[in-house]
């Protein structure tokens, strides 16, 4: 059983920051990729950003330069620093893992919400 768990999501001003963890734990045999996606009211989820094992990282164009992601050294944390928000960031962020043989897991979401 592997356990995907979202954390740092709040309530933030447009401007400013948030910086989100995603934690996995259980029987994960190894991690291909994690990804950062978001579901806003009345939009399909979108990937935001995700990293691969080898440290090659991708980012959606709404977020270049804005957000980073990262990892713990041991690859069981990854976070999503999030800079100069803006209201369209609004959303619930959920993390995903996938392993080498395609098996994915969600976490339950953490919301993000961006207003002055």
């Known amino acids: 059983q592997v356990q995907v768990a979202e954390s740092g999501g709040g309530l933030v001003q447009p401007g400013g920051s948030l910086r989100l963890s995603c934690a996995a734990s259980?029987?994960?045999?190894?991690?291909?990729?994690t990804g950062w996606y978001r579901q806003a009211p009345g939009k399909q989820r979108e990937l935001v950003a995700n990293?691969?094992?080898?440290?090659?990282?991708n980012y959606a164009d709404s977020v270049k330069g804005r957000f980073t992601i990262s990892r713990n050294n041991a690859g069981n944390t990854v976070y999503l620093q999030m800079n100069s928000l803006r209201p369209e960031d609004t959303a619930v962020y959920y993390c995903?893992?996938?392993?080498?043989?395609?098996?994915?897991?969600w976490g339950q979401g953490t919301q993000v919400t961006v207003s002055s």
């Open positions: 990293i691969f094992s080898n440290g090659i990282t």
């Open positions: 995903n893992i996938m392993q080498p043989d395609a098996k994915e897991y």
């Open positions: 259980g029987s994960i045999f190894s991690i291909y990729v």
